[in-house]
């Protein structure tokens, strides 16, 4: 397939017209019979790329599979996902990680990257594979045990130095479980005790953001810290990153979540399972400073933590449902509702740009420009979309965002030189791609 972008504002500028040939490149010249699609009115960014998503294969199929999950992102715009390793089996060895990048090829509407676990099993003890999940087909650079923190020092510390020979990258779920147990729930404060709810307070996240700065200071080594929640945690990690960049040997980088940026504490006064998610919602003062550190440049990216769940797992008591919710088909509208004076350009940059930076992803996150592999999204920014929970591609429905109208609409996504998306729907299967 070859493309012709006409009228495009590309990152919200000027509109120029894109050419992509048939090897799923832009090129500066209109290929010879090249579909043509008008664009005129719509943004033009990169495509999306996705620091935190769970794709439940293998394990639970019956909250979501790398097809739908691939099927929810080309809709809301991602070219690229990175898939957590809190599958079953944990993807924590290089067979594990191989068959989760081969199920994406297989399903060919984004790139899916696996993330490998830290430890083996998730369980904070012992090292997984990861120089040989590096070493894969599946060249694993991003270590997370995402669903529960790395709470020992000294693994944490191991895991640092032993990435570092490879230019991987420990993201860590931050959350002293001294703190805040699996049982913590709800922000502590007057809210959680008037629920009769068990409290997560944010100084569970917030000291082992601090510990691992340190780490990765004494280490020189990349951390990643995985969906920031609180003004304290914002705090250490803007004196981590003035002192990275002072010492020039170490990186620190952090991402926040869609829904952290738009919704608030208050909401779990009804008991809805839905508004359950790992870290809580927290205080509007906290979600005013997470606002103002991903502007800044504080906090790196917006990253989903897509967490899909079946309907048995989800509608229980607050206290016995799971965490999480769902985000892949929805971020976008809520970056640009929760901030409507980001530009464009730096919506690229923390939703696409950056999260390929992060990840490792040489293919993603690159200029709209002749050279580049065809990676894009575009977007009425004009446009207005209430959320139908049961329109979702995902295999689950708990979305927060049901009833709720968020601005921009993702029209066409183009993943590879490929329509993955079309006038808002899927435009096709998928095939194989590299």
């Avoid at 924590?92 to 990257?113: C, I, K, N, S, Y």
């Avoid at 810290?225 to 003004?231: K, Q």
């Avoid at 400073?289 to 797992?313: K, M, N, Q, S, Y």
């Avoid at 429905?397 to 066409?412: E, K, Q, T, Y």
């Amino acid at each position: 397939m070859s493309l012709v972008i006409k009228g495009a504002s590309l990152l919200g500028e000027g509109p120029a017209d894109l050419f992509i040939d048939d090897t799923g490149t832009f090129v500066d010249i209109a290929p010879s019979g090249a579909e043509t699609i008008d664009a005129a009115g719509l943004v033009a960014l990169p495509g999306l790329v996705d620091l935190h998503t769970h794709l439940r294969e293998p394990g639970r199929e019956d909250a979501e599979t790398i097809l739908t999950g691939s099927q929810a992102a080309a809709l809301g715009g991602y070219t690229a996902v990175l898939a957590m390793a809190n599958t079953s089996p944990v993807t924590d060895t290089a067979e594990a990680a191989t068959r989760v990048w081969e199920l994406g090829r297989e399903a060919g509407l984004v790139h899916v990257q696996p993330v490998g676990a830290v430890t083996r099993g998730l369980a904070g003890e012992e090292l997984a594979e990861l120089g040989l999940m590096h070493r894969s087909r599946a060249g694993v650079t991003v270590f997370s045990d995402d669903g529960k923190c790395v709470h020992d020092a000294r693994v944490m510390r191991r895991a640092l130095e032993y990435v570092k020979a490879f230019g991987g990258v420990v993201s860590q779920h931050a959350q002293d479980p001294s703190l805040a147990g699996p049982s913590a729930c709800c922000h502590e404060g007057e809210l959680s005790g008037r629920l009769g709810l068990p409290g997560w307070p944010g100084i569970a996240e917030e000291v082992i953001v601090a510990r691992d700065v340190m780490l990765a200071r004494h280490t020189g080594s990349r951390l990643h810290v995985a969906h920031v929640s609180t003004a304290g945690s914002v705090e250490v990690l803007r004196w981590a990153k003035a002192q990275a960049g002072r010492d020039g040997h170490w990186d620190v980088t952090a991402e926040v979540t869609p829904h952290h940026l738009l919704l608030t504490s208050d909401l779990l006064a009804g008991y809805d399972p839905t508004f359950k998610v790992n870290p809580p919602l927290r205080p509007q003062e906290d979600v005013e400073a997470l606002r103002a550190a991903l502007a800044d440049g504080t906090i790196d990216a917006v990253a989903t933590d897509h967490a899909p769940h079946a309907r048995h797992d989800k509608e229980h008591a607050f206290v016995d449902a799971a965490f999480g919710m769902l985000g892949l088909e929805t971020a976008l509208g809520v970056v640009r509702t929760a901030l409507p004076d980001l530009s464009w350009a730096d919506v690229a940059r923390v939703m696409s740009v950056t999260p390929a930076r992060i990840a490792g992803l040489a293919d993603q996150g690159r200029p709209l420009a002749p050279g580049s592999p065809a990676n894009v999204v575009l977007v009425d920014p004009d446009a207005s979309v209430t959320v139908d929970r049961d329109a979702s591609a995902s295999l689950s429905r708990n979305n927060p965002w049901h009833g709720r109208s968020l601005s921009s609409r993702v029209v066409h996504t183009v993943y590879a030189g490929r329509l993955t998306v079309r006038d808002g729907a899927l435009a096709q299967a998928g095939a194989h791609s590299s």
